[in-house]
């Protein structure tokens, strides 16, 4: 059908997402404007979102170009995702169109490091060196914590700190420290 032929109109449209990969974080949408006919629901059980009512092609057709994809998840699982989408006229249906939508995550956290442990809030971590025993002092006890919360899926897909700062503010002796 020609864009402006008025005599069949489409009578709906059906966008769904493949797979459940972090499923009830994401979703369909578009936007309707103005008093159209064409109403949208969305679907999270099935990944589905279902576009009803009679419209011109044109109308559809901008409706569709403002479909969007959002996962709210606060570390989504990296990778594509697989919309499908179709029309129907109310007699026919459309072949179905696929897109790949590339999740990718980004390194949006800073890292958290704590070398007091549970039980010192004043210094980071206290350790003592005895001069002439022969061996170096940890500056890191037992009880430091490392966290970074871009590592949700540390098991996955490994985050390796690549440096650590450690900065003697005292020096006494200077060099010979």
């Known amino acids: 059908?020609?864009?402006?032929?008025?005599?069949?109109?489409?009578?709906?449209?059906?966008?769904?997402i493949e797979g459940t990969v972090d499923q009830n974080n994401q979703s369909l949408s578009v936007t309707i404007l103005g008093n159209s006919s064409v109403s949208s629901m969305y679907d999270a059980a099935a990944n589905t979102l279902v576009l009803s009512g009679a419209a011109p092609v044109w109308?559809?057709?901008?409706?569709?170009?403002?479909?969007t994809?959002?996962?709210?998840a606060e570390e989504p699982q990296p990778g594509s995702r697989f919309?499908?989408?179709?029309?129907?006229?109310?007699l026919f249906v459309s072949n179905n169109v696929l897109?790949?939508?590339?999740?990718?995550?980004?390194?949006?956290?800073?890292?958290?490091?704590?070398?007091?442990g549970p039980t010192n809030v004043s210094v980071d971590n206290l350790v003592t060196f005895v001069e002439e025993q022969g061996f170096p002092v940890f500056a890191v006890s037992g009880d430091a914590t490392l966290t970074d919360d871009d590592s949700g899926f540390l098991n996955q897909f490994p985050t390796n700190m690549t440096s650590a700062f450690i900065n003697l503010t005292n020096p006494l002796d200077g060099?010979?420290?």
């Open 69 to 72: 994809f959002t996962n709210v």
């Open 99 to 116: 897109v790949e939508v590339e999740v990718v995550l980004i390194n949006d956290q800073i890292p958290q490091l704590d070398l007091s």
């Open 83 to 90: 919309v499908h989408l179709n029309v129907s006229d109310g």
């Open 59 to 67: 109308e559809y057709q901008q409706i569709l170009n403002t479909l």
């Open 175 to 177: 060099a010979a420290e």
């Open 1 to 16: 059908d020609d864009d402006d032929n008025l005599a069949f109109y489409m009578q709906g449209a059906l966008a769904s």
